[in-house]
């Protein structure tokens, strides 16, 4: 069974930090661009980072650049988010996504996603 599975949500004060996991089983993320992705309560869906199946190239959404950092781990299968300056703002659900491509794409055209975790900032 092909799927991904994110890690490392929880509750944290603003300013503070918190690193997300995202964990493929059944099929090996090599060949795959990674996508982050988050959901606030009452808005869309919106692109937080991504990089490429090398790692070599990385986007972040405006809202984040400078606090997160998208990394990946080919030998654990794993891709990362490390997010640090924490704000109330960033208070959503968390999806890791990922898409037969080398390069990031549009978010319609990932073909696997996992089930998300909760991140919230509040003091």
């Known amino acids: 069974q092909l799927q991904l599975v994110e890690s490392g949500g929880g509750l944290v004060q603003p300013g503070g930090s918190l690193r997300l996991s995202c964990a493929a089983s059944?099929?090996?993320?090599?060949?795959?661009?990674i996508g982050w992705f988050r959901q606030a309560p009452g808005k869309e869906r919106e692109g937080v980072s991504c990089?490429?199946?090398?790692?070599?190239?990385?986007n972040y959404a405006d809202s984040v650049k400078g606090r997160f950092t998208i990394s990946r781990d080919n030998a654990k299968n794993t891709v990362y988010l490390q997010m640090n300056s924490l704000k109330p703002e960033d208070t959503a659900v968390y999806y890791c996504?990922?898409?037969?491509?080398?390069?990031?794409?549009?978010?319609?055209?990932?073909?696997?996603w996992g089930q998300g975790t909760q991140v919230t900032v509040s003091s």
């Open positions: 996504a990922a898409v037969l491509y080398s390069d990031c794409r549009d978010e319609y055209e990932y073909d696997y």
């Open positions: 990089i490429s199946s090398s790692g070599d190239n990385t």
């Open positions: 059944g099929f090996t993320l090599d060949y795959y661009a």
